[in-house]
């Protein structure tokens, strides 16, 4: 509706990355200090204004705005709610808690899609609206019905200066300065972001421009797109609950190994996607690339979850957001460009061969943890 050009479209999430990357560890930094819930609550509220916002004014200022309310609400809930889980069922079962979040959120959002595909016939920002306003409603439950057993918030003769803050920041970055492991998570994070942002943005004008949508019921472009989002629900579904059935999340090598997987089977199925002569073609692959992001999502939680400690868990949590905001900022643009100056396919075929220094990172680090096994062996 706004009628945005992709470097424009690009644009739009490096706002949103460049909020999340400034208001990312502050906001770790206060769930650690004062209350993983009270940080969620606020998140959840800020992130449902954000999208209301877009839906209420198609205006290119006013989805800028939007992306600094959803961008700030964003940054209360990452790392919050995965520390708030993890103190709460402790952090064996933690990597678990995680894959049931994501499978029940791949649940709920196929539900949604259903009603969604109706909402947009009528009006395509009114799913928006209200979806918005449903988000923020969240904040209103989490209020009254979750508890938080686990957490003992700092002093309050210690919340009256930023010396608490500072002493959380530097604990966590103490602890990412002597891990190698927390170090590689970081990186592989701002790989990863660096690759999604470009992907996200541009997979739907890509296949609206190269494609011709199959003419069945003189179905909409807006409907294929949620058929193709339902159906890489479904998929995902089932893949992530294989990946927890096959994943000690637990173990080092295990999880790492997973992701290497997954990670490698998603740089393919980018490329796969980009080289696409058919709309087929292109589903398919499209369905193979959300269905090993949605896998990888939990996955990448838990390990990062094995490597923390509960007081700075939310920070790390939040430092591992940020690396991605980073890699986001800077690829973002740079794919936005280059679709813009050479074109979609070419943009995309690069999204996913930014994937392949992750994939070496991954091999180091099961080599590392080997060697490090071996030499306890001895």
Known sequence: MVGLSPLQMVLVGTVLE?????????????????????????????????FTVEGLFPYFG????????????????????????????????????YSKGTQAALIGSLL?????????????RLPIILGG???????????LFMSENNFSPAPLEGRET?????ETLMSGLRLVRISPILLTIIVTGLIFGMFSEGFDRLWTPFMIKNFSFPQVF?????????????????????????????????????????LLVTNTLLMLAVVAFALSGNFWAAAIAYWLVAMTREVRGPVYDAWTNQNVSSGVRATVFSMCSQANAVG?????????????????????????????PSLWLYVNSIKKYNLFSHQLDK
């Open 162 to 166: 930023f010396s608490k803050m500072k």
């Open 112 to 124: 949604g899609i259903g009603v969604n595909m109706v909402l947009a016939n009528i009006n395509i």
């Open 218 to 258: 003189s179905l909409k472009p807006v409907v294929w797109f949620g058929i193709l989002a339902m159906v890489a629900n479904l998929v995902a579904i089932f893949s992530v609950k294989l990946a927890e059935l096959k994943t000690d999340t637990t173990n080092h090598k295990s999880t790492v190994t997973t």
């Open 62 to 97: 006013a989805i800028i705005l939007a992306q600094v309310i959803w961008g700030i609400g964003f940054t209360f809930v990452s790392g919050a709610r995965e520390a708030w889980i993890a103190d709460e069922v402790g952090e064996k079962k933690a990597g678990r808690a």
């Open 18 to 50: 460049t909020v999340s990357f400034l208001f990312e560890v502050p906001t770790g930094i206060v769930a650690d200090i004062y209350s993983r819930k009270l940080s969620v609550i606020i998140g959840l509220f800020l992130i449902g204004a954000g």
């Open 133 to 143: 306003i449903l988000y923020s409603c969240q904040s209103i439950y989490v209020w």
């Open 328 to 356: 986001q900022i800077v690829g973002g643009p740079l794919l936005g460009l280059i679709a813009t100056v050479i074109s979609l396919r070419v943009s995309l075929v690069m999204a996913g061969l930014v994937l392949l």
